[in-house]
């Protein structure tokens, strides 16, 4: 059974970066799909931020692009997400998900997990 959890901080002061780890369970990370991140800010729909493939390879959404890295650590099947330079428009439910393939709708989500960005 596939699952994905996201932690992290749930309080980041502005201007710094947000750190979240999504752990996966019920497959390797290097051997198929892709797994991305996902935003959704109160009062707004979704926001894809990036995705990185079985592969490693990585993709992301041009307009978070230069604030963005997303990584992994394929020894605890873990993928990361570093965001940086925060401000609170990046207040937001961050959500982990899979993709049986680039550019399709996610297969498997996480929880999600609240940040709040306030000094």
């Known amino acids: 059974q596939v699952q994905l959890q996201e932690s992290g901080p749930g309080l980041v002061k502005p201007s710094q970066s947000l750190f979240l780890t999504c752990t996966v369970s019920g497959g390797s990370i290097t051997t198929a799909y892709y797994r991305s991140w996902i935003r959704q800010s109160p009062g707004k729909g979704l926001e894809w931020m990036g995705v990185?493939?079985?592969?490693?390879?990585?993709y992301y959404n041009p307009s978070l692009k230069s604030r963005t890295s997303i990584s992994r650590d394929t020894s605890k099947n873990q993928f990361t997400l570093q965001l940086s330079s925060v401000t609170p428009e990046d207040t937001a439910m961050y959500y982990c998900a899979r993709q049986n393939s680039y550019g399709m709708a996610p297969v498997y989500w996480g929880q999600g997990t609240q940040v709040t960005v306030s000094s």
């Open positions: 990185i493939a079985y592969s490693g390879s990585t």
